[in-house]
């Protein structure tokens, strides 16, 4: 598979599961969401990489990159975001976790010597200033769904997000040497995941702290159970696997570009949902997104 389809398709799925995984992170708080979800991530990752036999590829050397790329990435990048998730709502959020493009790209080039061509650097303005602008007016004076609420402080809200988008950039970076070899991306995704979930339960006094006084507890229900399932399977099992399938034959910064179009994805998608249009300059800079990707790849 090309690593622009499976670029874009993490970018959808993260799209999908970023929506689904709303209403589940705003009950149960970011942490705390994202603890109850890599746990059935991590079984699912590990019993993958059990069936395809990608365990045999893992060598002694890929395990220190791997863990360091799930802590910072999954303990506290994910964690982080889900939290921003959870007081700013998804689109909010998604504004704030598009930061992750042009961070990931500037440290590639500083780090690996990653080269962009004049249209490449164009073409990443007008993705980073296409996803922008569709998340900033992607709302109307008058829309009453709650994903436009804002719970908490503001600024506290944003700090995590900024948070969770340099972590992706971090794990990112971090762990694309390794896919360079012969790494199965299940066994890879396998190894995040449980150093992941291991760094979120060494964390959770410290999360907790910052964020149990913004929400009441909740009980886990089997309808959220469901949307954690869900949300993991498409944001986890599947959109982070694409995206180690596509750092293993692209340069990270086109990757973090690529992936970085969720927001723009969401937009129809969120249509459907709350039944109000966004508005025109949410359009105009989907529209914007779509030709930086275009310039991107050419």
Same mark, same amino acid.
Not at 61 to 87: C, M
């Given at each position: 598979?090309?690593?622009?389809?499976?670029?874009?398709?993490?970018?959808?799925?993260?799209?999908?599961?970023?929506?689904?995984?709303?209403?589940?992170? $705003?009950?149960?708080?970011?942490? $705390?969401?994202?603890?109850?979800?890599?746990?059935?991530?991590?079984?699912?990752?590990?019993?993958?990489?059990?069936?395809?036999?990608?365990?045999?590829?893992?060598?002694?050397?890929? =395990? +220190?990159?791997?863990?360091?790329?799930?802590?910072?990435?999954?303990?506290?990048?994910?964690?982080?975001? #889900?939290?921003?998730?959870? $007081?700013?709502?998804?689109?909010?959020?998604?504004?704030? #976790?598009?930061?992750?493009?042009?961070?990931?790209?500037?440290?590639?080039?500083?780090?690996?010597?990653?080269?962009?061509?004049?249209?490449?650097?164009?073409?990443?303005?007008?993705?980073?200033?296409?996803?922008?602008?569709?998340?900033?007016?992607?709302? %109307?004076? *008058?829309?009453?769904?709650?994903?436009?609420?804002?719970?908490?402080?503001?600024?506290? *809200?944003?700090?995590?997000?900024?948070?969770?988008?340099?972590?992706?950039?971090?794990?990112?970076?971090?762990?694309?040497?390794?896919?360079?070899?012969?790494?199965?991306?299940?066994?890879?995704?396998?190894?995040?995941?449980?150093?992941?979930?291991?760094?979120?339960?060494?964390?959770?006094?410290?999360?907790? $702290?910052?964020?149990? %006084?913004?929400?009441?507890?909740?009980?886990?229900?089997?309808?959220? =159970?469901?949307?954690?399932?869900?949300?993991?399977?498409?944001?986890?099992?599947?959109?982070?696997? +694409?995206?180690?399938?596509?750092?293993?034959? *692209?340069?990270?910064?086109?990757?973090?570009?690529?992936?970085?179009?969720?927001?723009?994805?969401?937009?129809?998608?969120? =249509?459907?949902?709350?039944?109000?249009?966004?508005?025109?300059?949410? =359009?105009?800079?989907?529209?914007?997104?779509?030709?930086?990707?275009?310039?991107?790849?050419?």
């Amino acid at each position: 598979m090309p690593f622009q389809v499976a670029a874009l398709l993490a970018a959808s799925s993260w799209a999908v599961g970023g929506l689904i995984a709303a209403e589940p992170s $705003r009950l149960l708080g970011g942490p $705390r969401f994202v603890r109850i979800r890599m746990v059935y991530v991590s079984v699912a990752l590990v019993l993958i990489a059990v069936l395809t036999g990608g365990w045999s590829t893992v060598e002694a050397s890929d =395990w +220190l990159p791997l863990a360091i790329s799930g802590f910072v990435g999954l303990a506290l990048g994910d964690a982080a975001l #889900f939290e921003a998730f959870s $007081r700013l709502g998804p689109r909010r959020t998604g504004m704030l #976790f598009a930061a992750n493009a042009p961070i990931t790209a500037v440290l590639s080039a500083i780090v690996y010597d990653e080269e962009f061509g004049l249209l490449g650097v164009l073409g990443t303005i007008l993705v980073v200033s296409g996803v922008s602008m569709a998340i900033a007016y992607g709302t %109307r004076p *008058g829309q009453s769904h709650t994903w436009e609420e804002v719970r908490g402080s503001l600024s506290v *809200g944003a700090g995590f997000g900024l948070l969770g988008a340099l972590g992706q950039s971090i794990a990112v970076l971090v762990a694309d040497p390794v896919f360079d070899g012969i790494l199965d991306p299940w066994a890879g995704a396998a190894v995040r995941a449980l150093v992941g979930t291991l760094g979120l339960f060494a964390l959770m006094p410290w999360f907790e $702290r910052r964020t149990a %006084r913004s929400r009441p507890a909740v009980a886990l229900t089997a309808r959220l =159970w469901l949307l954690v399932i869900a949300s993991g399977t498409l944001g986890m099992v599947v959109g982070k696997t +694409l995206m180690l399938i596509a750092l293993a034959e *692209g340069p990270p910064g086109v990757v973090s570009i690529l992936v970085s179009l969720a927001p723009v994805l969401q937009l129809p998608l969120i =249509w459907a949902i709350t039944r109000e249009r966004p508005p025109i300059g949410a =359009w105009f800079g989907a529209g914007l997104g779509v030709i930086g990707t275009a310039m991107v790849l050419a």
